[in-house]
C-alpha cells in the first residue's frame, strides 16, 4: 500500500487540529471511566477497586464504549469528506481506493491504542486487574475488535445519506447491538430470537472476547468470538466494497 503512512500521519494530524474530536476520542471515555469509579465509591459498601464491576465489568464497558467511539467518529469523517468533495479528489490522485481506507482505519487504531494507555494508567489507581489477567492480551484484543467493527462503520458510513445524520444513525444501529451484547445481561438469558440476533452482530463476539481476555482466558478459548468478528468483518467489508459512494 504505497503511500499509506504519510496519508494516515496527514489525517491524524488533520483530526488533531480539531480540539473536540480529539477530546472526544480520548479524554472522554477516560472522564466516563473516572466518573464511574467516583460513583462507585458512593454506593459499594466495600472498596470500590475490590468490587467485581471494577474489576471486571467496567474494564469491559470502557473498552466496549471506546470502539464504538471510533466507529461513530469513523463514520462522520467519512461523511464530511465525501459531502465536502475531499473522497472524490482523493480518488483522483495515484493512491489506490483500498489504500484510502486503510489510512483512516489506521488513524482510529492508534488513536484507540493511545486511550488504552490512559485507561491503563488510570485503572492502576483504581482497581487491580483480576488474577491471570494480561493488559497487554486485553489491549490487543481491544485492537483486534476495532479493526473489525470498523468494517462495520465503512458499511454504515456507504449508506448513510449527509454527515449531520452519520452520528445518530451510528447511534441507532450501534447501541441497540450493546444492549444484547453480553455485556448488561448474558446472553443466554434473553429470548431466543435476541439471542440468534446477538450471535450475528460483531459487538456481541467482542464483548465476549474481551470479557474473556479481561479474566485471564487463552485466546484458543475464544475461537468461535474471533471467527464470528472475521465473518462479520468480511461480510461489512464485501457489502461496503459494492455500496461505498465516494461522492
Same mark, same amino acid.
Given at each position: 500500500m504505497r &503511500? *499509506?503512512? $504519510?496519508? @494516515?500521519?496527514?489525517?491524524?494530524?488533520?483530526?488533531? !487540529?480539531e480540539p473536540l474530536g480529539a477530546? &472526544?476520542?480520548? %479524554?472522554? $471515555? %477516560? *472522564? @466516563?471511566?473516572?466518573g464511574a469509579t467516583m460513583a462507585g465509591n458512593g454506593i459499594a459498601p466495600e472498596r470500590f477497586g475490590e468490587s467485581d464491576f471494577a474489576r471486571t465489568g467496567l474494564p469491559v464497558m470502557a473498552a466496549t464504549l471506546m470502539l464504538i467511539s471510533a466507529v461513530l467518529s469513523l463514520m462522520t469523517i467519512v461523511a464530511v469528506y465525501r459531502e465536502g468533495g475531499i *473522497? !472524490?479528489?482523493? !480518488? @483522483?490522485? $495515484?493512491?489506490? $481506493?483500498?489504500t484510502i481506507v486503510a489510512a483512516h482505519v489506521l488513524v482510529k487504531l492508534v488513536l484507540t491504542g493511545a486511550t488504552i494507555a490512559l485507561l491503563a494508567a488510570l485503572g492502576r489507581r483504581v482497581a487491580a486487574p483480576p488474577p491471570g489477567a494480561s493488559l497487554v492480551s486485553f489491549a490487543l484484543g481491544l485492537i483486534v475488535c476495532t479493526a473489525a467493527v470498523l468494517s462495520l462503520g465503512f458499511l454504515l458510513a456507504s449508506v448513510v445519506p449527509t454527515a449531520r445524520f452519520a452520528q445518530p444513525f451510528g447511534a441507532l444501529v450501534l447501541y441497540p447491538m450493546l444492549g444484547i451484547s453480553g455485556l448488561f445481561v448474558p446472553v443466554d438469558v434473553l429470548p431466543p430470537v435476541l439471542q440468534g440476533v446477538a450471535q450475528l452482530t460483531p459487538l456481541t463476539h467482542a464483548v465476549s472476547l474481551l470479557q474473556g481476555l479481561w479474566l485471564g482466558h487463552a485466546w484458543i478459548d475464544h475461537v468461535r468470538d474471533l471467527a464470528g468478528l472475521a465473518l462479520t468483518s468480511g461480510a461489512s467489508a464485501a457489502l461496503a466494497s459494492r455500496v461505498f459512494r465516494w461522492e
Open positions: &503511500g *499509506l503512512l $504519510p496519508l @494516515a500521519w496527514l489525517e491524524l494530524k488533520i483530526f488533531l !487540529r477530546l &472526544g476520542t480520548v %479524554a472522554v $471515555p %477516560a *472522564l @466516563a471511566y473516572i *473522497l !472524490r479528489r482523493l !480518488r @483522483a490522485t $495515484p493512491l489506490r $481506493p483500498h
